[in-house]
C-alpha cells in the first residue's frame, strides 16, 4: 500500500489546484460519489478503496482535485495527515449505517476540531435505501450543530442507486456548491 504515492499524482499537489478531501466510513459511497459526480452518470464502485483515490473533474467555475482516502480502520490514521492542504472537506455518510453514526460522528468532530473555518459538506448517502435516516435525523446524529459559529458547513442528501442513469438533482447542487465553495476558498 502506497499512500506515499499521493506525492506523485499527476493531479494532486500543484499550486494552482483547488484540493477538497473526500473521507467517511468504508461503505458509505465516497467512490461512488466521486465517480458520479466526474461522470454525471451514476457509477456505483465495486470495490474498497485500498489507499487513496484521486479524481480531478472540472466545471466552469472550477478545476477540482478530489483526494479519497479509505474509509477502512486501518486507513483513517492518514486522514488527518491531509488535512493541512485542503480547501473543503467532503464528509460522506451511509445514512442507513445506523449503527455506526456514533463513529462517524466522533471521527468527524476529531477532523475538525483544530480548523475553525474549513467549510465542510456532509453528503448523507444512500437515500434510495429503507431506513436511511433523513436529513433532519443526520443532523441530529452527528451533532452537527456542534461544529461551530464560524465554519461553512452543509448537509446534502444524496444516493448512487441506478448504474447508467443521469445523476440526481441533488447531486448536481452538490457538485456546485463544492466548485462554489473551492472558488470562495481560494
Ligand atoms: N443503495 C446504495 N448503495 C450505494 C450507494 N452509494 C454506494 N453504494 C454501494 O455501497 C458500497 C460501498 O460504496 P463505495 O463507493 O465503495 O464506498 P467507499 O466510501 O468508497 O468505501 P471505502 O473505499 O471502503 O472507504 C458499494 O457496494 C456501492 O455500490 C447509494 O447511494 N445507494
Ligand atoms: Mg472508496
Redesign the pocket.
Known sequence: RELSAAQRLPCWGKPQSKQILVL????????????SLATNHVK???????GI?AVCINTEEAKMEFL?????ES?RSYWKMYLPRVLVLIY?V?A?DHERFPLAKELLHQLIQNDSTLPVVVLA?????KGAYCITDIHDALALSEMGDERKLFLIG????EDGAEISSSMKDAKELIAQLVSEAQ
Not at 125 to 129: C, V
Not at 158 to 161: L, S
Open positions: 467517511g466510513l468504508d461503505g458509505a459511497g465516497k467512490t461512488s460519489v466521486l465517480h456505483r464502485s465495486t470495490a474498497s478503496t485500498e483515490n479519497e482516502i479509505g474509509g477502512r486507513l460522506v451511509d442507513a448517502n444512500k437515500q434510495d435505501l444524496t444516493h448512487v442507486a
